[in-house]
Nanobody, 118 residues
């Protein structure tokens, strides 16, 4: 699966931002789409994931209630809508495709930078 992210940028704390990830190269019902992030000096961490069906969304506790993951009607584009952003949300955000919501990811995008200033 090939993945291309877009939508990163620099915002102020409390602002919103939406990331997009366009997928190609495999039937969309064959993979879960997820978002991960990596802050400077830290390991990459799981943020959110969406399966094929509505209602199969998963979130890290740190973003639950603020971030929303979704997939378009064709299931080939994933979105991460981020509300009430905090400085600790700063990092490089990666889109990924895999077998399960929290593990088994086999394809990764190039990453997009999100910077939240206080």
């Amino acid at each position: 699966v090939q993945l291309v992210e877009s939508g990163g940028g620099s915002v102020q704390a409390g602002d919103s931002l939406r990331l997009s990830c366009a997928a190609s190269g495999a039937p969309p019902d064959s993979y879960v789409m997820g978002w991960f992030r990596q802050a400077p000096g830290k390991e990459r961490e799981f943020v959110a994931a969406a399966g094929w069906s509505v209602g199969t969304e998963y979130y890290a506790d740190s973003v639950k209630g603020r971030f929303t993951i979704s997939r378009d009607n064709f299931k080939t584009t994933a979105y991460l809508h981020m509300d009430r952003l905090k400085p600790e949300d700063t990092g490089v955000y990666y889109c990924a495709a895999g077998d399960y919501p929290r593990e088994g990811y086999h394809s990764w995008g190039q990453g997009t930078q999100v910077t939240v200033s206080s």
